[in-house]
């Protein structure tokens, strides 16, 4: 009888621990998804944080996360992705300037937001869930906007280093050029001076400088 029971105890001692593993992979599993389907450019939605939380928040969540949904502690394929993104918004929100400029885009789109809708601070519809949706399109917006932009200047100043790359290498090119000219024209100087040397002689009959014959006077009268 006692056999029976130790070997009850253990059945259910096993059982809850496929529980709570099963329990354990729902859960990497549903953080996984969210994080893929978080708005990228939106560090802060992608770690799961309010705009404006301490530095320290930042780095909690993070380690937080990273453990949980670590490509080597779960078998999801797509944990490499997540964990990828997770990764590289923890590094721009730790970045002074790159946090700076989000929390600039996510003000941005608050106060377009309030003046589409003619709202002040005071506005009762600024404490509602449904503002707090609009808020994320309006900030999504935004972001995409500024995205936009800076790809449109990274792109103009490639095509200007590019242009400036091409005005150089033609200009070292002419360079190489006359350089080539000079160094064959000095290797051909004594076979020029030669030749000069051979007109010269030829002109004048092989019998050294031609004499000029003087003319007679006539006599006047």
């Known amino acids: 009888m006692a056999n029976n029971d130790e070997k009850t105890v253990v059945d259910t001692r096993d059982a ?3 529980l709570e593993s099963e329990a354990k992979e729902w859960e990497k599993d549903a953080e ?7 708005f990228r450019l939106d560090a802060y939605a992608v770690l799961g944080l309010k705009p404006g939380v301490p530095e ?3 780095k909690n969540m993070y380690r937080k996360k990273s453990l949980l949904i670590h490509p080597d502690k779960t078998k999801n394929p797509q944990a490499p992705d997540a964990f990828d993104r997770l990764k590289k ?5 730790m970045d002074e300037k790159l946090r700076t400029n989000l929390d600039e885009a996510i003000a941005d789109a608050r106060m377009l937001l ?12 600024l404490k509602t869930e449904e503002f707090e949706k609009k808020w994320a399109d309006k900030t999504k917006f935004v972001l995409i906007e500024n995205e936009q932009r800076r790809r449109r200047q990274v792109k103009g100043q490639m095509q200007d280093e590019g242009r400036q790359q091409r005005k150089e290498d ?14 064959d024209w000095e290797a051909t100087r004594d076979q020029r001076i030669d030749s000069w ?22 006599p006047i009268g």
């Open 16 to 18: 809850l621990e496929v």
């Open 32 to 38: 996984i998804n969210r994080i893929l389907q978080a």
């Open 56 to 58: 320290s928040d930042i």
């Open 89 to 93: 918004a923890q590094t721009e929100l």
């Open 114 to 125: 309030m003046r589409e809708n003619k709202w002040t601070v005071d506005s009762p519809e």
């Open 170 to 183: 033609e200009e070292l090119e002419a360079r190489k050029r006359k350089r080539q000219h000079e160094q």
């Open 197 to 218: 040397r051979q007109f010269q002689k030829s002109k004048s009959g092989g019998d050294g400088p031609e004499k000029k014959k003087k003319k007679k006077l006539k």
